[in-house]
């Protein structure tokens, strides 16, 4: 814990102009980030008398080593600043909302030649449009069912596209008129784009228009006595407005805007957004977040728009904006909007009629959404932290340890080997920490061995951070020889190929979580005492006695330290023990999916990977000409050059490539005994199917060779 004395800046330095402002801890990872309209007076509020701050402020400061501003010119910037940093730094101490869920939207790719209409989760892609969000997919599903039988703009996945392009064969949407087949021309790309357009201005709302059309053609269709179209079209304008009932007029001016409702205790906010396009409700979503500082309404609501709107443009940002309290101060908030939108943004609190009682609808949804999160979380939080303080107990460590690392070995009787590192902070997973490893610096199992080279790995790594971002003095730190060990030259770390992460590489000293700079209190490794002893060894060959070890044992879920002799016993009731296994197998799951994806992959290998130059797709043209590497082994030169693509310089690599390569041994079908061939349609393998060797044994035999 540090002393806000020991890195507050001298009055004098700090400038009396708007800006944004980073607090870092002692490892530079950055854990807050504001701004301010005066960087001196916002900062001086920070380093008074701890029992004066909020509770969570204190810890904030506390925690702290260290805090730096960016000058910038106006409030807009700063805000604009603000939301880049928090975004791109994740910092752990800064108001962030969470999705309680993860909301379905109906999206349609506008950016394909043949757009699509599909549910849609997660991050938003370029040249799609999204309308939503919904609280079930299946109103989706039964919005779009609706919809396509007077909009009939695809729904197939690509592999169904192009293997009815392939077949000339529409599916059955196609063959009920609930598709408009274009993978088999029955109309042109523009046509259905432009079919495509109609849905989506449908769905944004612009239905009067298109049923008055529609209303139109049907009286001139029953005119002309062409009674078969005209019921067909009244059939459709029914179809639409039985799709519009789904959604009730809420606002009679048919306004386009966003409700957004807060409620609060002293230590959490949940929001609600209501998103109203046409006067009819389109889409719901709620949020809740911890109160790290004391905040006020306003701060709250200015940080719902930034995570609402930080990503949005155009249309996405409505004309109207609706909120409980509005930020202070609102104009640069408003101006934000606007250059998002390219248009002006209505920033307001309803006063009376329509939009205020929505309003009030909105607000007591946000309070439903409070009183459901504090009841859920309540014994979450409370049987986490006992969890920790049991396990700190047990292990007699000075405090609960808030990041705990967990390290296993996996492998196939001693093939593949690779090793996993989950990480938990709070007693939870967090994934985006997670790191892999292959086990290069020996052949063959050895599982002491394994956890001796992955534990000296990553803290070598962390060590070599350490000294990157100057926290050792002069003559201390890695020596030479360390760094030439782990591939890490003066220069600073270079990166590790034997270890692969699920993200990539970050710079330096950017505040950003790097690969293995932060460390862990609490080091569990999945073994019992020769797996927790070759941990410790490798911390203190690295000289690291900041951390602690422990070994959890499968056999009997017993807690090994290293140098005991005995085990630590938790009562099987313990929430110590119950977190201790679920970070044990999370890291036995993340090590075992890891070691399975490499076992398939080696086992999909082909001769013609090894073959310079030769890709994917020429490797495919061999395959698909020749029906098999058997066949294509036995082929001339002059033979192997009649495929498109394949000049004579490459037939003859291919051809010496084949001739070195040793063919694999005959397979064998496990269940009636017989000796397979090589597959004729497919590269050969070693395997029956994809992804699983064929070995001998039972099922159940070949499971228990995993480690």
């Not at 939080?381 to 303080?389: F, G, H, M, Q, V």
Request: net charge negative; with cysteine; hydrophobic share 35%.
């Amino acid at each position: 814990m540090a002393d806000p004395s020991s890195y507050r800046p001298r009055p004098g330095e700090i400038p009396d102009s708007p800006g944004v402002y980073r607090f870092r801890d002692e490892h530079r990872r950055v854990i807050y980030v504001g701004k301010a309209k005066s960087l001196r007076q916002r900062l001086a509020n920070y380093f008074q008398d701890l029992a004066n701050l909020h509770p969570r402020t204190r810890t904030m400061v506390t925690t702290a080593a260290s805090v730096e501003w960016t000058v910038v010119s106006t409030e807009v910037e700063a805000l604009q600043l603000e939301y880049s940093w928090i975004k791109e730094y994740d910092p752990r101490f800064n108001v962030k909302y969470r999705d309680d869920k993860s909301y379905p939207y109906l999206a349609v790719t506008m950016n394909e030649e043949f757009p699509r209409v599909q549910v849609m989760r997660g991050q938003k892609k370029k040249g799609v449009r999204y309308f939503g969000p919904y609280g079930h997919a299946w109103a989706i599903r039964d919005t779009v069912d609706l919809l396509l039988r007077v909009f009939p703009v695809r729904t197939c996945s690509a592999g169904v596209f192009k293997n009815a392009t392939r077949t000339g064969r529409p599916c059955l949407l196609g063959y009920i008129g609930k598709c408009s087949a274009p993978c088999v021309g029955r109309i042109t790309p523009d046509d259905h784009w432009d079919l495509a357009d109609e849905f989506c201005d449908f769905m944004a709302g612009r239905t009067g228009t298109y049923l008055r059309r529609l209303e139109r053609q049907m009286a001139e269709a029953a005119e002309d006595m062409e009674y078969e179209r005209a019921a067909r079209l009244r059939d459709d304008i029914g179809a639409l407005k039985k799709a519009m009932e789904k959604s009730a007029v809420v606002l009679a001016d048919a306004t386009d805007a966003d409700l957004i409702a807060v409620a609060e205790d002293e230590l959490e906010a949940a929001v609600q957004i209501f998103h109203v396009r046409g006067g009819r409700v389109r889409g719901q979503r709620g949020w809740v977040t911890d109160k790290v500082e004391e905040i006020t309404t306003g701060a709250l609501v200015e940080h719902a728009l930034q995570q609402l709107y930080g990503e949005e443009s155009g249309d996405a940002v409505p004309k109207e904006v609706l909120v409980p309290a509005l930020p202070d101060p609102v104009e640069p908030v408003q101006q934000w909007l606007t250059e998002r939108r390219g248009s002006g943004v209505s920033l307001r609190i309803p006063q009376r009629g329509d939009k205020k009682a929505l309003m009030e609808t909105v607000q007591r949804n946000a309070q439903q959404a409070l009183v459901l999160h504090k009841t859920k979380r309540a014994s979450d939080l409370t049987t986490r932290s006992r969890a920790l303080e049991e396990i700190a107990e047990a292990l007699d460590l000075d405090s609960a340890p808030l990041r705990i690392e967990c390290y296993d070995i996996s492998h196939l009787q001693g093939d593949d080997v690779v090793a996993s590192m989950v990480v938990f902070e709070d007693g939870l997973a967090r994934k985006s920490e997670y790191r892999r490893f292959q086990i290069k610096g020996f052949e063959g199992q050895d599982d002491v061995r394994s956890m001796h080279e992955v534990i000296t790995r990553r803290f070598r790594r962390y060590l070599a951070e350490k000294e990157k971002t100057g926290e050792w003095a002069d003559g201390e730190g890695l020596t030479d020889g360390d760094r030439q060990a782990d591939g890490v030259d003066g220069a600073g770390a270079a990166d590790d190929t034997a270890a692969l992460t699920d993200g990539p590489a970050l710079k330096d000293d950017d505040g950003r979580p790097k690969r293995f700079a932060y460390p862990p209190q609490l080091v569990v490794v999945d073994g019992g005492q020769p797996q927790v002893a070759a941990a410790q060894r490798a911390l203190d060959e690295l000289g690291i006695d900041d951390i602690a070890v422990c070994g959890l044992a499968k056999r009997l879920e017993e807690v090994w330290l290293p140098r005991e002799d005995d085990p630590v016993v938790l009562p099987r009731t313990s929430e110590g023990l119950y977190l201790l296994q679920r970070v044990r197998d999370e890291a036995h799951r993340f090590a075992i999916t890891y070691q399975r994806a490499k076992r398939a992959k080696r086992f999909r290998s082909s001769p013609l990977d090894d073959v310079p130059g030769l890709g994917e797709t020429r490797k495919q043209a061999l395959i698909k000409h020749f029906g098999s590497v058997k066949k294509l082994r036995s082929a001339t030169i002059d033979q192997i050059c009649e495929v498109p693509g394949i000049g004579r310089k490459t037939a003859e690599t291919v051809a010496v490539a084949l001739a070195r390569a040793t063919p694999a041994a005959p397979a064998v079908n496990t269940a009636t005994g017989e000796i397979m061939d090589e597959d004729d349609g497919a590269p050969e393998t070693t395997a029956d199917a994809p992804g699983e060797p064929v070995t001998a044994g039972t099922p159940d035999e070949r499971r228990g060779q995993e480690r």
